[in-house]
């Protein structure tokens, strides 16, 4: 729950804890009562704004980090003030990777410092593209749902996680990788030694290509 909540709506959450959304949001004011600290902003309380910035409401945001919805949208709006040039360095490479198709360029703009040209330029020389759910979620379409996984589904996964990529699995099946993804991880699957050897030679190449 402290894993999901914040970065998945509640009907999400609910579908991947086998719960009822109603328990997930009793469970949610359990882990995150009402708080309104008076206090300095710590820099790990930063890093927790702009974790679920873009991801949630301020009103779950200010949950969260035990803070009042007000204050939290104004130092989301001290962050849309701070920006910096240089180099991205790795770590920034793959945060924006993972995130950007689920942002708006404004908050990633916000999230890492950068003008919304840089965002746009740099997902541009990534080939980086917006997730077609969040799309449709921005432009106030109903979600379409995946329909269940069959027996097949689960064995091609079971036998080709170890050892395929994600995008490589998703493919086959016509699902998203983060379908696959959050499956695996439900059904307790691990990538391969070899795979995770491969995987971390990649990613060294990628990042001598960036250079």
């Given at each position: ?187 307790g699957l691990k990538k391969s030694t070899e795979r995770l050897r491969d995987m971390g030679r990649e990613n060294v190449s990628l990042r001598y290509q960036d250079r």
């Amino acid at each position: 729950m402290r894993q999901l909540y914040g970065l998945r709506d509640d009907a999400s959450i609910a579908r991947e804890l086998n719960r009822p959304v109603a328990s997930v949001r009793r469970m949610a004011e359990k882990l995150y009562p009402v708080g309104n600290k008076n206090s300095p902003w710590t820099a790990q309380e930063a890093v927790e704004l702009k974790k679920y910035l873009g991801a949630t409401t301020p009103e779950v945001i200010a949950r969260i980090l035990g803070r009042g919805r007000d204050e939290v949208i104004e130092r989301i709006v001290e962050l849309g003030r701070i920006k910096r040039g240089g180099a991205w360095v790795r770590d920034e490479i793959a945060e924006f990777k993972r995130i950007f198709g689920t942002r708006t360029d404004e908050d990633l703009s916000r999230i890492f410092g950068r003008t919304e040209e840089e965002i746009r330029a740099f997902a541009l020389k990534h080939a980086l593209a917006k997730d077609k759910a969040f799309l449709r979620k921005l432009r106030g379409e109903a979600a379409t749902k995946m329909p269940r996984w069959s027996s097949e589904e689960l064995d091609l996964l079971k036998r080709e996680y170890p050892t395929r990529s994600n995008l490589e699995i998703a493919q086959n099946l016509g699902r998203s990788v983060k379908s696959v993804v959050s499956k695996a991880h439900h059904l307790g699957l691990k990538k391969s030694t070899e795979r995770l050897r491969d995987m971390g030679r990649e990613n060294v190449s990628l990042r001598y290509q960036d250079r």
